[in-house]
């Protein structure tokens, strides 16, 4: 792709940059803006980050997976570094010189003074007076090693992050448009129910309110959210159908019947002869992503094309929706993405938005539209529900020999076992789910590798060795040996006290360990020390990846211990932070981190690895102290 799509440098010497990626509080605006800099050689307060615009930015899949590093800032490093090279260009044919007498440094090309000659120097800006930047970026374009990095691989502080802290950014629920108004909707009382009829007239009646409907939708517009929500709760509606199963008969719904075919056979055939064998089924319930800023969308309409504000993680995905929804074509539809309130995978839609759009069109005024907690809880998708069986066996030497993983639900992320096993048969499998889930931090990595640590905890009790002696023995993969050993080093696993437990996983292409130290107090599980270690490649900015190894850990410590989702006949009975228990101040024990920065590696994402070996660390630590093993999350519960 052209240069001039990703890069603009202005007449002050500013660089504008492109990029189709979110910030959700994961910095990633700060660590692109590093990318940028160092490739460039220029003062990162000279860049500035244009993210998240459908009208102004390249298309952009969304940003998910932990891809935002690996791919955006190589792709970027390599749109800097042709601008870089380009620049040179034009300052050796303008200057009429050997091209290898000159170099890029803070913002300019110099030609360095010799005995012969002064030094010569122009500015980016100067070079590109009267011309652009038309150069085309290649995979071959040839970037600074991380072992030479100045700016990227420091931690360079949170652009804007005084903004953030002082209340000045805007987040989609703190915007305000000229005339606009505020939106509810009339939402069912169970999943699946559709309304049977409605008396509207109380709430035509009130000052200012409009009713808007369209089949199933019904909405309201007003000056302001209160009215907005009386004028709901003024309509007079009977409704019909719906429900839905309830926990207690989960399990049963989510679960498969699987041929196990010729892989099943072998797994039988090396159970027969083992040493030891472990036959375990493991259970995870839904969880909600509870992000700070629930959903919100605020839609304008003019000159028939829709302008949409909203925070998602898939600007373009949302544009997609807008466009179906009311029938446009692409260009009439323009979203925008304010940094926003946290998303942990639960803000690929684009609900808030459309509703927004639906109502602003029925008024022809601008609309806003916040989602309430309850809305939040009970409307967006959940972390999948897992049902998950192991089996597997060890010889007489405590080395794996057989391995079978089956997952129902959660999806095939960082399903793989990591260890080495000589027969093996390891398979996802979708199910019906009774709920709306969808993508959430780590994906289904965290269920998952809940179940495969919890076995081989499982296994090592069997051999009668050390939880971790016994992982290391069956593991060959250096760099998960290095973070296990790291970790294990830094806790002090050889001379521990107290009840312990340790865990590690792969995903995305990050690394990590835990170790974890928990006690039992007033019948419940109280986690008292947590040390991890995480390496991802080459580290972009040491405190902002550490922020993100914490998070992770604090978000892994809900599901773990006490997050639940609970419902019955199609209604969700904890759908409020009173009844719904996220992870307290008091529930979080000091958390150190390790991080292994590896220079010689690529960088890779670090917004979801962190997260998935907690809940096993902690479950083993829960074993040690109670001499059972929790075969099911939340296990605090």
Same mark, same amino acid.
């Given at each position: 792709?052209?240069?001039?799509?990703?890069?603009?440098?202005?007449?002050?010497?500013?660089?504008?940059?492109?990029?189709?990626?979110?910030?959700?509080?994961?910095? %990633?605006?700060? @660590?692109?803006?590093?990318? %940028?800099?160092?490739?460039?050689?220029?003062?990162?307060? &000279?860049?500035?980050?244009?993210?998240?615009?459908?009208?102004?930015?390249?298309?952009?899949?969304?940003?998910?997976?932990?891809?935002?590093?690996?791919?955006?800032?190589?792709?970027? &490093?390599?749109?800097?570094?042709?601008?870089?090279?380009?620049?040179?260009?034009?300052?050796?044919?303008?200057?009429?010189?050997?091209?290898?007498?000159?170099?890029?440094?803070?913002?300019?090309?110099?030609?360095?003074?010799?005995?012969?000659?002064?030094?010569?120097?122009?500015?980016?800006?100067?070079?590109?007076?009267?011309?652009?930047?038309?150069?085309?970026?290649?995979?071959?374009?040839?970037?600074?090693?991380?072992?030479?990095?100045?700016?990227?691989?420091?931690?360079?502080?949170?652009?804007?992050?005084?903004?953030?802290?002082?209340?000045?950014?805007?987040?989609?629920?703190?915007?305000?448009?000229?005339?606009?108004?505020? !939106?509810?909707?009339?939402?069912?009382?169970?999943?699946?129910?559709?309304?049977?009829?409605?008396?509207?007239?109380?709430?035509?009646? *009130?000052? !200012?309110?409009?009713?808007?409907?369209?089949?199933?939708?019904?909405?309201?517009?007003?000056?302001?959210?209160?009215?907005?929500?009386?004028?709901?709760?003024?309509?007079?509606?009977?409704?019909?159908? !719906?429900?839905?199963? $309830?926990?207690?008969?989960?399990?049963?719904?989510?679960?498969?019947?699987?041929?196990? /075919?010729?892989? /099943?056979?072998?797994?039988?055939?090396?159970?027969?002869?083992?040493?030891?064998?472990?036959?375990?089924?493991?259970?995870?319930?839904?969880?909600?992503?509870?992000?700070?800023?629930?959903?919100?969308?605020?839609?304008?309409?003019?000159?028939?094309?829709?302008?949409?504000?909203?925070?998602?993680?898939?600007? #373009?995905?949302?544009?997609?929706?807008?466009?179906?929804?009311?029938?446009?074509?692409?260009?009439?539809?323009?979203?925008?993405?304010?940094?926003?309130? $946290?998303?942990?995978? !639960?803000?690929?839609?684009?609900?808030?938005?459309?509703?927004?759009?639906?109502?602003?069109?029925?008024?022809? &005024?601008?609309?806003?539209?916040?989602?309430?907690?309850?809305?939040? #809880?009970?409307?967006?998708?959940?972390?999948?529900?897992?049902?998950?069986?192991?089996?597997?066996?060890?010889?007489?030497?405590?080395?794996?020999?057989?391995?079978?993983?089956?997952?129902?639900?959660?999806?095939?992320?960082?399903?793989?076992?990591?260890?080495?096993?000589?027969?093996? $048969?390891?398979?996802?499998?979708?199910? &019906?789910?009774?709920? =709306?889930?969808?993508?959430?931090?780590?994906?289904?990595?965290?269920?998952?590798?809940?179940?495969?640590?919890?076995?081989?905890?499982?296994?090592?009790?069997?051999?009668?060795?050390?939880?971790?002696? #016994?992982?290391?023995?069956?593991?060959?993969?250096?760099?998960?040996?290095?973070?296990?050993?790291?970790?294990?080093?830094?806790?002090?696993?050889?001379?521990?006290?107290?009840?312990?437990?340790?865990?590690?996983?792969?995903?995305?292409?990050?690394?990590?360990?835990?170790?974890?130290?928990?006690?039992?107090?007033?019948?419940?599980?109280?986690?008292? =020390?947590?040390?991890?270690?995480?390496?991802?490649?080459?580290?972009?900015?040491?405190?902002?990846?550490?922020?993100?190894?914490?998070?992770?850990?604090? *978000?892994?410590?809900?599901?773990?211990? #006490?997050?639940?989702?609970?419902?019955?006949?199609?209604?969700?009975?904890?759908?409020?932070?009173?009844?719904?228990?996220?992870?307290?101040?008091?529930?979080?024990?000091? %958390?150190? %981190?390790?991080?292994?920065?590896?220079?010689?590696?690529? @960088?890779?994402?670090? /917004?979801?690895?962190?997260?998935?070996?907690?809940?096993?660390?902690?479950?083993?630590?829960?074993?040690?102290?109670?001499?059972?093993?929790?075969?099911? *999350?939340?296990?605090?519960?």
């Amino acid at each position: 792709m052209n240069l001039g799509a990703w890069l603009h440098i202005g007449e002050d010497g500013v660089v504008q940059v492109f990029t189709g990626k979110t910030e959700v509080g994961q910095n %990633i605006r700060t @660590s692109l803006a590093q990318a %940028i800099a160092e490739e460039l050689h220029l003062p990162i307060e &000279r860049i500035h980050m244009l993210m998240a615009d459908t009208d102004l930015v390249p298309f952009d899949m969304g940003t998910f997976g932990s891809r935002s590093t690996p791919d955006m800032a190589l792709h970027l &490093r390599k749109v800097a570094a042709t601008a870089r090279e380009e620049l040179i260009d034009l300052a050796a044919k303008e200057w009429d010189v050997d091209r290898g007498d000159l170099s890029a440094a803070e913002g300019s090309v110099i030609r360095p003074k010799a005995e012969t000659r002064e030094e010569k120097r122009a500015t980016y800006a100067q070079l590109l007076k009267d011309r652009k930047l038309a150069a085309t970026v290649t995979s071959d374009t040839k970037l600074k090693p991380a072992s030479e990095w100045k700016i990227a691989g420091t931690s360079v502080p949170k652009i804007n992050g005084r903004d953030f802290v002082t209340g000045k950014h805007l987040y989609t629920t703190d915007m305000s448009l000229p005339g606009m108004l505020h !939106g509810k909707i009339l939402r069912a009382p169970v999943y699946g129910a559709k309304l049977k009829s409605l008396d509207d007239t109380k709430a035509k009646a *009130m000052e !200012g309110v409009s009713v808007v409907k369209d089949g199933d939708f019904v909405g309201v517009t007003a000056p302001n959210p209160s009215l907005a929500q009386q004028a709901i709760d003024a309509m007079a509606v009977e409704w019909e159908g !719906g429900g839905g199963p $309830s926990n207690a008969g989960l399990w049963e719904v989510l679960k498969n019947k699987i041929d196990r /075919g010729d892989e /099943g056979k072998r797994i039988d055939e090396a159970l027969a002869t083992a040493a030891q064998k472990l036959e375990k089924t493991f259970n995870v319930e839904y969880i909600a992503h509870c992000p700070l800023e629930t959903r919100a969308g605020v839609a304008e309409w003019k000159d028939g094309k829709l302008t949409a504000w909203t925070g998602t993680q898939r600007p #373009f995905g949302v544009k997609d929706e807008l466009a179906k929804a009311f029938s446009l074509p692409p260009e009439k539809v323009r979203v925008i993405v304010p940094d926003t309130g $946290s998303g942990y995978g !639960g803000k690929h839609s684009g609900e808030a938005a459309v509703e927004a759009a639906r109502l602003a069109k029925a008024v022809e &005024r601008p609309v806003k539209v916040s989602w309430s907690r309850e809305e939040e #809880f009970w409307w967006a998708y959940f972390r999948p529900a897992a049902v998950i069986e192991v089996r597997a066996a060890i010889d007489k030497e405590a080395k794996l020999t057989a391995w079978e993983f089956h997952s129902h639900n959660p999806g095939g992320a960082a399903i793989e076992t990591p260890y080495e096993v000589p027969v093996k $048969s390891v398979r996802s499998h979708g199910s &019906r789910s009774p709920l =709306r889930q969808g993508s959430y931090r780590g994906l289904a990595a965290a269920a998952n590798g809940f179940a495969r640590e919890s076995a081989m905890d499982e296994l090592a009790a069997l051999a009668g060795l050390d939880p971790l002696e #016994f992982r290391l023995r069956n593991l060959k993969d250096e760099r998960l040996r290095a973070v296990l050993e790291a970790a294990a080093e830094k806790f002090g696993w050889k001379d521990r006290k107290g009840h312990c437990g340790i865990a590690c996983g792969i995903d995305k292409g990050g690394y990590v360990a835990n170790c974890v130290e928990v006690e039992g107090k007033d019948g419940e599980v109280k986690v008292r =020390r947590i040390v991890a270690a995480f390496e991802c490649g080459a580290t972009v900015n040491p405190v902002h990846l550490k922020s993100q190894v914490e998070g992770s850990i604090v *978000m892994g410590l809900g599901g773990a211990l #006490f997050e639940a989702i609970r419902f019955a006949d199609g209604k969700i009975l904890n759908p409020t932070f009173s009844k719904y228990r996220v992870p307290r101040f008091s529930d979080v024990p000091p %958390i150190e %981190i390790v991080l292994l920065d590896r220079k010689d590696l690529p @960088s890779a994402g670090a /917004g979801e690895c962190p997260i998935i070996a907690i809940a096993p660390a902690i479950g083993g630590a829960i074993q040690s102290a109670t001499g059972k093993r929790p075969l099911a *999350m939340p296990m605090g519960a």
